[in-house]
């Protein structure tokens, strides 16, 4: 079976600052590997997915992910953290149509 | 709003009543599927249906819960005789179809339960 471990329960970050999140994945076969975001109370919103086509995805809100099949990684940044993107970021690998995702990351801002 | 819609957001209960959830799917999606959040846990998937079909029910309790989604009107994840574990996020996804083999799901913004 798939799975992905998100390294870090919560990370800080002052605005301006780089934002990382870890993600390294289990599997067997070439994944296809996602991350979303959920903001307090609402659903899960797609931030960008890896289907086997470039190894640097970009995704909305300037984000962008690296999949490193060396490493089993597929970690999350962004240059510049905004206010708005505290919220709770999940990555997912998928097996046919089942997703399983990690146990979140909980992003927080400082100003 | 074309998204995925589902209702309660916020739902009580008592130990020993019945919970209902509603998803209505995106337009043009065939393709359900219903997740559960634990506090301080991540998704984890329940049970996946089609129109009259359920596909798979792995990740479903084996009592007390059951999902529908028939030909017509929304999905249904139906909890019987709630107890407090059962509080949890209750979220729906949809696919068309052709995209559910790469994974990428549309999420509804979840029913929260809460078993008193």
């Known amino acids: 079976a798939q799975s992905v471990t998100q390294l870090g329960s919560h990370v800080s970050v002052s605005e301006g600052a780089l934002v990382l999140l870890r993600c390294n994945y289990s599997s067997s076969v070439p994944p296809y590997l996602f991350w979303y975001v959920q903001y307090p109370n609402q659903g899960l919103q797609l931030l960008l997915k890896y289907t086997s086509a470039a190894t640097l995805v970009k995704g909305i809100n300037d984000f962008e992910a690296e999949f490193k099949k060396s490493e089993t990684s597929f970690h999350l940044t962004k240059p510049s953290a905004h206010m708005s993107d505290a919220a709770e970021y999940f990555c997912a690998v998928s097996e046919d149509y089942k997703l399983s995702f990690g146990a979140g990351t909980t992003v927080t801002v400082r100003a | 709003n074309a998204g995925v819609m589902q209702n309660p957001r916020h739902l009580v209960r008592r130990r020993g009543q019945e919970a209902r959830l509603r998803c209505s799917p995106m337009k043009g999606h065939s393709h359900v599927y219903w997740y559960r959040q634990l506090p301080e846990e991540g998704l984890k998937f329940m049970v996946y249906?089609?129109?009259?079909?359920?596909?798979?029910e792995s990740g479903m309790p084996k009592e007390r819960f059951s999902a529908e989604f028939p030909k017509e009107g929304p999905s249904i994840l139906r909890i019987q005789q709630v107890v407090r574990g059962d509080s949890a996020a209750y979220f729906c996804a949809s696919s068309p179809g052709t995209s559910g083999n790469t994974g990428e799901l549309f999420f509804g913004e979840g029913s929260r339960l809460t078993v008193l």
């Open positions: 249906l089609q129109k009259e079909n359920i596909i798979d």
